[in-house]
T-cell receptor, first 115, second 117 residues
Framework: ETGVTQTPRHLVMGMTNKKSLKCEQH?????MYWYKQSAKKPLELMFV???????ENNSVPSRFSPECPNSSHLFLHLHTLQPEDSALYLC??????????????FGPGTRLTVT | DQQVKQNSPSLSVQEGRISILNCDYT??????FLWYKKYPAEGPTFLIS?????DKNEDGRFTVFLNKSAKHLSLHIVPSQPGDSAVYFC????????????????FGQGTILTVHP
């Protein structure tokens, strides 16, 4: 595996379910990100992690709970979601979140549908 | 309130001609700009960037122009190829008071480019 991978690629869940999205990067990067892209809206940054420490929480509701057990893995735990949370969730990584010269590498995303 | 706007949802160009994708921003604190390209079922991939200290950056067939006074940037692709057909996103970042950007990119909605053979 190379680059940034995400599983599952598609997920349908009910509002009372608990599920998790997984992201793994094979690039040796130190920073990882979660983005959300709703229909006809721009990508929105949700969380930033650097060396397993959360450095940015972009006013995301608590029903989204990130976890970064090590610099290669990032999870997004989901519980009691709403239908409006249906979106494409993208994971990204970069060498160093403080250096804008290092571009972010994105995974293919998880298409989430909340019923 | 959208701080980065790509007002053209789509653009259609003939192969070999120039593609010009436009992006406007409202936040005067933005000082670093990027373009990403996205194919269906794939994540966005970095294309080219420009710092606000420059007004032009070129990489092969891709050139980004920045007009700070107009808060406008554009991506030129010359010559356009059918493989360039994708969604193009403009993104911007600004340093916070601590001098870091936390990798926080603000994206536009994207423009779908179609290059016809």
């Amino acid at each position: 595996e190379t680059g940034v991978t995400q599983t599952p690629r598609h997920l349908v869940m009910g509002m009372t379910n608990k599920k998790s999205l997984k992201c793994e990067q094979h690039l040796g990067h130190n920073a990882m990100y979660w983005y959300k892209q709703s229909a006809k809206k721009p990508l929105e940054l949700m969380f930033v992690y650097s060396l397993e420490e959360r450095v940015e929480n972009n006013s995301v509701p608590s029903r989204f709970s990130p976890e970064c057990p090590n610099s290669s893995h990032l999870f997004l735990h989901l519980h009691t979601l709403q239908p409006e949370d249906s979106a494409l969730y993208l994971c990204a990584s970069s060498q160093d979140y403080r250096d804008r010269g290092h571009e972010q590498y994105f995974g293919p995303g998880t298409r989430l549908t909340v019923t | 309130d959208q701080q980065v706007k790509q007002n053209s949802p789509s653009l259609s160009v003939q192969e070999g001609r120039i593609s010009i994708l436009n992006c406007d921003y409202t936040n005067s604190m933005f000082d670093y700009f990027l373009w990403y390209k996205k194919y269906p079922a794939e994540g966005p991939t970095f294309l080219i960037s420009i710092s606000s200290i420059k007004d032009k950056n070129e990489d092969g067939r891709f050139t980004v122009f920045l007009n700070k006074s107009a808060k406008h940037l554009s991506l030129h692709i010359v010559p356009s190829q059918p493989g360039d057909s994708a969604v193009y996103f403009c993104a911007a970042s600004a340093l916070n008071a601590g001098g870091t950007s936390y990798g926080k990119l603000t994206f536009g909605q994207g423009t779908i480019l179609t290059v016809h053979p």
